[in-house]
């Protein structure tokens, strides 16, 4: 298993930007497809983005398309997820999540290693 360390969360106004980053330990990285998932109070853990190992494929949640930009640098061992036109709507713990698998999927059940999470809010 791999561990993974969110940061970059924070509080911000709606239609700004906050970029979250995920290190992870080890020296596999690039052995790993990379997700995030958010989670609101009340809610069911939401997909949001997935990146394959190499970074050449990547997959979004619906509500977050053309909004958000999955990325990563093998070289650092991060993944990163750049948020744009944020909305209050957004607003959730964001986990980072791995996978050792080529493929990025969307189905949380896929992954096998989850980050502590780092809160995101976005106010109106």
């Known amino acids: 298993q791999v561990q993974l360390v969110e940061s970059g969360g924070g509080l911000v106004q709606a239609g700004g930007s906050l970029r979250l980053s995920c290190t992870a330990s080890g020296r596999t990285f690039s052995a790993y497809a990379m997700g995030w998932f958010r989670q609101a109070p009340g809610k069911e853990r939401e997909f949001v983005a997935a990146i394959s190992w190499s970074g050449d494929s990547t997959v979004y949640g619906d509500s977050v398309k053309g909004r958000f930009t999955i990325s990563r640098d093998n070289a650092k061992n991060t993944v990163y997820l750049q948020m744009d036109r944020l909305k209050p709507e957004d607003t959730a713990v964001y986990y980072c999540?791995?996978?050792?698998?080529?493929?990025?999927?969307?189905?949380?059940?896929?992954?096998?290693?989850w980050g502590q999470g780092t809160q995101v809010t976005v106010s109106s």
């Open positions: 999540t791995a996978r050792m698998a080529p493929a990025p999927l969307r189905d949380y059940a896929s992954y096998g290693s």
